[in-house]
């Protein structure tokens, strides 16, 4: 009988496309996805927030993976927005393409950046 910790969780994600890379968002997490039509500015100032866009009423931060992970950006900004959900918290992920669907072990997923008290998010 496996233990706790010798199972391997396999989840599903959502693969997206940004500057070539691929990232990938467990779909437990994934809402919809909406276009970036326009960006209000926030008074946050972080280098991996674009602004926000408004959706049905709220405002959504909207946070480039390029930033999160150190990746300069090329060519034009994500125009598509990943809103991910997590318990009352909404972000939303900026992105170039959706790709389709991968369904993967744990141990195949590296995180898009180190968490530790100065990450943000």
């Known amino acids: 009988m496996q233990t706790a910790s010798e199972t391997r969780r396999e989840a599903t994600y959502a693969l997206m496309e940004v500057d070539g890379g ?31 866009i408004r959706l ?31 318990g009352d918290r909404v972000l939303a992920l900026a992105v170039n393409t959706i790709s389709g669907l991968a369904r993967l072990p744990d141990t195949a997923v590296q995180p898009l950046a180190a968490g530790g008290a100065e990450t943000p998010f």
């Open 22 to 52: 691929v990232i990938g968002i467990d779909i437990e997490h994934l809402s919809e996805v909406a276009p970036i039509d326009a960006l209000s500015p926030l008074l946050v100032a972080h280098p991996a927030l674009m602004g926000a």
């Open 56 to 86: 049905r009423g709220h405002i959504i931060p909207v946070v480039d993976p390029r930033g999160v992970s150190g990746i300069a950006p090329t060519g034009a900004p994500p125009g598509i927005a990943a809103i991910l959900n997590q």
